[in-house]
């Protein structure tokens, strides 16, 4: 299964025309261990596009387990994207950068918005797992009290939205972006000391 994938890859990659710009090159090892290998593409149609190649990313499922619950989009012209699901991408999205966290809290709130008049299990599940405002927290938990007290478990700063503390909430979620970036951090340092390494033997 691996190699069919690779092989996908590989025609994907030369059907864009792109060629690795950094360090590292493009082999299995460097994906293995956590590396994004990365590309630009030259093909007229996607001219100047980067590409970056991942085969793990941090606090996310494997591969195949994001396979599964991939979304799938139908462009105009027939064409179907299998793209990661929502909760999954918001997940890969928590890293040190700054404008990831915005861009997190834009995903799940156009989630919510969307749906919040006759929501599902599973989006109330993600609802309470991921939104970052503290007013909508509250909002949420004071509509679903029993679900709240279950969130509670695995997401301890919604007693604060039972409390009805909105700013003792906002300062949790703060505290939770600021131990999210530090993970992100700490994962990444041997890797960025491995690319400088293969910075200085190229």
Sequence with gaps: MREHHV??????????????????????QH???????????RHPDAASMRVDVMSRMRGVADFNTLWERRTTLEMDDGTLCD??????LVRA????????????????????????????????TFWFQELRTATLLHDLAQAHPALANAATVSRSLIH?????????????????????????????QPLKKELERLRREQ
């Design 83 to 88: 793209l990661l699901s929502l909760p999954d």
């Design 93 to 124: 999205k928590k890293t040190q950068r700054d404008k990831d966290w915005p861009m997190i809290r834009r995903l799940v709130e156009a989630n919510y918005f969307a749906n919040e008049a006759t929501p599902s299990p599973e989006q109330l």
């Design 7 to 28: 092989q996908c890859l590989l025609k994907a990659l030369a059907a864009l025309d792109a060629e690795v710009i950094a360090v590292p090159p493009f082999q299995l």
């Design 31 to 41: 994906l293995d261990a956590g590396h994004a290998v990365q590309f630009r593409c």
């Design 160 to 188: 604060h939205a039972l409390a009805g503390d909105d700013q003792a909430l906002a300062n949790a979620l703060g505290d939770e972006e600021r131990h999210e970036r530090l993970q992100d951090q700490a994962y990444w």
